[in-house]
């Protein structure tokens, strides 16, 4: 077990969690598994909850401080960050469309739906948030007796939460204007925002300013805290590494304490949780085959016409092969600069530049991810998010990309940033943990993938280009190097 790579005892886990909740169902443990078994996946959401708001902030300022001298970004720099902020765009706007049409989550039976709508409900009155469409089963007698059986709030309990719940919605809507998420942009008291889960963009804002502000003083000022900057980020990393190597037991715990609590002693749930799953995932999958093959390669047309298809796949599989196998941007990013300078052709200035920056920015596969993640989520819930909600989810899964860390399961991490920030419970990604592994291989293709077209297009503007067909892409791929 001690060789064994950390996905696989993630997914030994996993299905052991499944299996024990299975039997749990069966002998009528489920009592004790939600009791004693589930309570350590919630440390592990906490853990994660704790570790990403400093990681977001100091990710952020580090990545906006580390590009230099302001004067030096020039041209190239604008084209960079606008390059990468079109892509992701792009790839959040595919994930929204995707999930819209296909309607993953409505795919699992209703009586499922029901009941995570209902459990919802008792969740966002007991946190203070507001029921995202107006809708409220708890209000409707029909529901009254399946949500007791949910809950351990009584009848009079879960009718003063309706009411509550009501007059809370009426206070915070009352008077709210048109520019009043421009205003919730900019935090009056930044410790404050940190202490809240919700008020991520809040923090985004901060770190950009901070940031942006290091750069515009002497470097002999700056370095200190940029150095400090860089040392404390690396710390929270380190975190992240510490708490994915105790996934695989969390993850046991997750998934028993899960599939126990929306399953009960009825088995035949189980296999509905997983339906919707399966559909989840091929969404997902869908959408980054289409970032992959169709969406970068016409870009790239459109701006390097000297590329060819064919050409652009071999020179870059070894690192495409070397990021799924990973996981981890920042792993790749050696092959990544060493493929896209050999192979395509991209001067050295250019991917010394690029690349780096694409590393901590560019999350094109994790922002497609997350924008279905939470309509599947949503659906799985019975809530429908208007346009204006989903456009949140644009706007913060784009700003929480350039603090994702290039790290294995980070946009975990920033998952649970998009799913507070339209109100929804961050605990839902225990849901979609299961399959979470094995669809992070293939964004992080996705986001090697990107930063090598983005490349391309500044290289190209930039008169850096110098393609030739390679002869092997496995020449590049050095194992011993």
């Known amino acids: 077990m001690k060789k064994l790579a950390l996905h696989w005892k993630i997914i ?53 401080a580390n590009i230099g001298d302001p004067a030096s970004l020039g041209r190239m720099g604008g084209k960079t960050l606008g390059a990468y902020l079109l892509t992701t765009i792009l790839a959040v706007g595919l994930g929204l469309t995707l999930v819209n049409i296909i309607k993953p989550g409505a795919l699992v039976d209703e009586q499922s739906r029901i009941d995570n709508r209902i459990s919802y409900e008792i969740w966002a009155d007991a946190e203070g948030y ?58 009056q008291n930044f410790f404050k925002a940190l202490t809240d889960n919700g008020l991520m963009l809040q923090i985004i804002f901060f770190a950009l300013f901070f940031g942006v502000c290091l750069l515009f003083i002497p470097n002999e000022k700056s370095a200190p805290v940029t150095k400090l900057v860089d040392s404390i980020m690396e710390v929270f990393l380190k975190m992240v590494d510490l708490v994915m190597q105790a996934a695989p037991f969390f993850v046991f715990a997750l998934l028993a304490g899960v599939v126990s609590k929306m399953a009960g002693d009825d088995i035949g749930k189980v296999w509905e949780i997983f339906k919707g799953l399966s559909w989840y995932s091929l969404t997902v999958f869908a959408g980054l085959m289409l970032m992959i093959f169709v969406i970068y390669p016409l870009i790239l047309k459109l701006f390097v016409k000297q590329i060819p298809y064919k050409g652009f796949f071999k020179s870059m599989s070894p690192a495409q092969t070397l990021a799924f196998s990973t996981s981890s941007s920042a792993a790749t990013l050696p092959v990544t600069m060493e493929c896209v300078e050999e192979n395509l052709g991209v001067d050295k200035k250019v991917t010394s530049f690029v690349l780096p920056i694409g ?33 949140t989810i644009v706007l913060t899964a784009t700003l929480a990309s350039i603090g994702s860390a290039a790290v294995p399961s980070a946009g975990l991490v920033m998952l649970i940033i998009v799913l507070g920030s339209v109100g929804l419970n961050p605990a839902w990604i225990a849901i979609i943990f299961p399959v979470d592994r094995i669809l992070d291989m293939f964004r992080t293709v996705v986001n090697v993938t990107g930063d090598a077209t983005v490349s391309s297009i500044i290289a190209k503007g930039e008169g850096m280009l110098h393609y030739k067909e390679p002869k092997s892409a496995s020449e590049t791929f050095d194992m011993d190097s």
């Open 12 to 64: 030994i886990g996993l299905v052991l969690g499944i299996i024990w909740a299975l039997l749990s169902s069966q002998l009528g443990w489920s009592e004790f598994t939600v009791n004693w078994i589930a309570p350590f996946g919630t440390i592990f959401i906490n853990l994660l909850k704790l570790i990403a708001v400093p990681l977001v902030l100091f990710s952020i300022i580090s990545g906006v």
């Open 359 to 391: 590393a901590t920015v560019n999350m094109d596969g994790t922002c497609l991810y997350q924008a279905v993640a939470v309509v599947f989520l949503a659906q799985l819930h019975m809530i429908d998010l208007t346009l204006g909600q989903q456009l």
């Open 130 to 187: 507001e029921i995202k469409d107006g809708i409220n089963y708890l209000k409707d007698p029909t529901f009254l007796e399946r949500a007791q059986k949910i809950s351990d709030l009584s009848k009079s309990e879960l009718q003063d939460a309706t009411v509550s719940e009501k007059m809370e919605t009426a206070d915070k809507t009352k008077d709210a204007g048109p520019l009043q998420p421009l205003v919730d942009l900019v935090p």
